[in-house]
């Protein structure tokens, strides 16, 4: 016989457990888009825990509408093999590859669930923990509560490493800029996105992931955007390749 009240003492028991079991983790993950999941998968599947905090109900970030919400999304040969070990299929055209946003995204999910990452939607970073110059953690609120203009205060949790993997806003690094100060960027500060310019952008990406603070790291469209980049469009090779490469720094210092 069903039981509504063991339904809700199922989902209650098992999600607070799941969180309770993220509150000391090796690496957290602000944002859930291409970047995040991949770096997600690669420390998850080295035994890492990881713990991704994704601000929206679905993770994917803007992978789901491909180019102008034509959901396919394109890719270069470098990250080709990224896409095979996902099991994401491709075709090859004009010297680089497409495939299906959707099919992309479901299986980087996939991917980094079967890793082991702990996935955590409708919950937004707001925030970050210092100690000794060191960011130790992400300071977190229902994304609900946002929405809403309510006042409620946050909770917290620790982790050896920080992503900001939050995309164009860069919402972790403004915290940092906002509340800290200098970031480890020519000038200090946060150096703004710039124009479109796909190659030199799929190039700097990977350079520009690194750490931004001590303790925190940035990939993704962030990692350009702080370190004033152009943007690229709808190709998502660099995207894959700067996930690949912070998982791989981070895992060094691990
Ligand atoms: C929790 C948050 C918060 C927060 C935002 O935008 P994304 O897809 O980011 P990337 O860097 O993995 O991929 C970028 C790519 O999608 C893109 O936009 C490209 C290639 N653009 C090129 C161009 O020229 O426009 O994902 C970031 C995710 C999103 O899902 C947000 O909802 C989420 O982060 N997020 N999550 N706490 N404070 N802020």
Request: net charge neutral; proline share 4%.
């Amino acid at each position: 016989m069903l039981d509504e009240t063991k339904i809700t003492k199922a989902i209650i028991e098992e999600s607070t457990a799941r969180f309770l079991d993220s509150l000391h983790v090796d690496v957290a993950i602000a944002g859930g888009g291409p970047s995040g999941l991949i770096a997600a998968k690669y420390l998850a599947e080295q035994n890492k825990k990881v713990a991704l905090f994704e601000r929206k109900l679905s993770l994917g970030g803007g992978m789901w509408g491909g180019g102008m919400m034509y959901p396919t999304i394109v890719v270069q040969e470098e990250a080709k093999p990224i896409l095979n070990e996902f099991g994401i299929k491709s075709k090859e055209r004009e010297g680089q590859y497409t495939a299906d946003s959707i099919e992309a995204v479901a299986k980087l999910i996939a991917g980094a669930t079967d890793a082991g990452a702990k996935l955590f939607n409708c919950i937004s970073v707001e925030d970050v923990m210092i100690r000794e110059n060191k960011i130790n953690g992400f300071v977190l609120n229902w994304s609900t509560v946002d929405i809403a203009g309510l006042h409620v205060d946050p909770l917290t949790i620790e982790a050896k490493y920080c992503i900001e993997a939050t995309g164009h806003p860069l919402e972790v690094c403004k915290v940092v800029q906002r509340k800290v100060g200098k970031l480890n960027t020519p000038t200090g500060k946060i150096e703004g996105e710039k124009s479109m310019w796909a190659g030199k952008a799929e190039r700097l990406v990977v350079e520009n992931t690194k750490e931004v603070y001590p303790g925190l790291y940035v990939t993704g469209m962030a990692a350009n955007a702080v370190f004033g980049a152009p943007r690229m469009g709808p190709i998502f090779g660099g995207m894959l390749l700067s996930g690949k490469k912070v998982a791989e720094d981070i895992l060094a210092r691990l």
